[in-house]
């Protein structure tokens, strides 16, 4: 089994942080592996925080364990979860960014993590209270079994608007929530709301069709496409969407039937 550790946190790599967290994992679990997920997810955003751990999560192998450090803004007052998913393990605030994962993937197990042995001593300063996760993910790594964190827990946090909704006239409504590093445009709507005839609306642009690949449109050209976790996605070939298309993140994506 993997003795793996993602980090996917909005620490930056301008600062210590980073470095302290591996610190405390590797002083608890010395012979995992520590995999740099993303540590620029955008502060605050808690629906591209849980896109960008939903896309992770199918290219791990068992045993690897996620550990969430977003949301310090909460994270004092908000129980601590972990959760057996597929074979891996998710630590996390439960702040609604493990949702659409387990909404998606039900876990196995899931608990609260409160036995004070994998839990670091909590201080009044933010980063502090992101640290003290660290010991829970290294002790799953480490073999500890998922029952031993603390109590058996029957549900989590939801995350609103994780999906778009669909209107009473048949149109689906959903939003942009994640912006990549290349403009694409990430919207909450799943490839299964679309119609078989869509006309997609994101600003004062329209998209008549979804194309199976940016080769489909001349460079420069806008598309629509179902990107890699099933959901809809909005680019330009060779060119930056969000710049172009003059939109940004939560701004409204609408799909009428033609």
Do not use: C
């Not at 549900?155 to 778009?164: D, F, I, K, N, V």
């Not at 069709?209 to 909005?234: F, K, N, P, Q």
Request: charged letters at 15%; proline letters at 7%; a negative charge.
């Amino acid at each position: 089994m993997a003795q793996l550790i993602t980090l996917l946190t909005d620490l930056g790599t301008t600062d210590a942080f980073v470095g302290i967290v591996k610190g405390v994992l590797l002083t608890r679990a010395p012979d995992a592996r520590v995999v740099d997920l993303v540590h620029a997810a955008e502060f605050g955003s808690l629906h591209a925080t849980a896109y960008l751990l939903i896309s992770a999560y199918p290219y791990f192998p068992a045993g690897t364990v996620h550990l969430v450090l977003t949301d310090p803004s909460v994270a004092p007052n908000k129980r601590i979860i972990a959760a057996e998913v597929g074979g891996q393990y998710v630590v996390t605030p439960d702040n609604g960014v493990a949702a659409p994962l387990f909404d998606e993937h039900p876990p196995s197990a899931l608990v609260t993590v409160q036995d004070p042995r994998f839990l670091l001593e909590p201080r009044r300063h933010t980063f502090h209270s992101r640290l003290i996760y660290a010991p829970a993910a290294a002790a799953l790594v480490g073999g500890v079994g998922l029952n031993e964190l603390g109590p058996v827990l029957s549900e989590w946090t939801g995350l609103p608007h994780a999906t778009a909704s669909r209107e009473s006239d048949g149109s689906v409504v959903g939003e942009i929530v994640h912006i990549d590093r290349f403009g694409n445009l990430v919207t909450n709507i799943d490839a299964s709301q679309l119609p078989s005839r869509p006309r997609i609306m994101v600003g004062s642009t329209a998209i008549d069709r979804i194309s199976d690949h940016y080769g489909e449109v001349a460079a420069g050209g806008v598309l629509a496409i179902v990107g890699s976790t099933g959901r809809l996605e909005i680019s330009i070939n060779r060119g930056n969407a969000a710049k172009k298309l003059f939109v940004s993140k939560t701004d409204p994506v609408t799909v009428h039937q033609v």
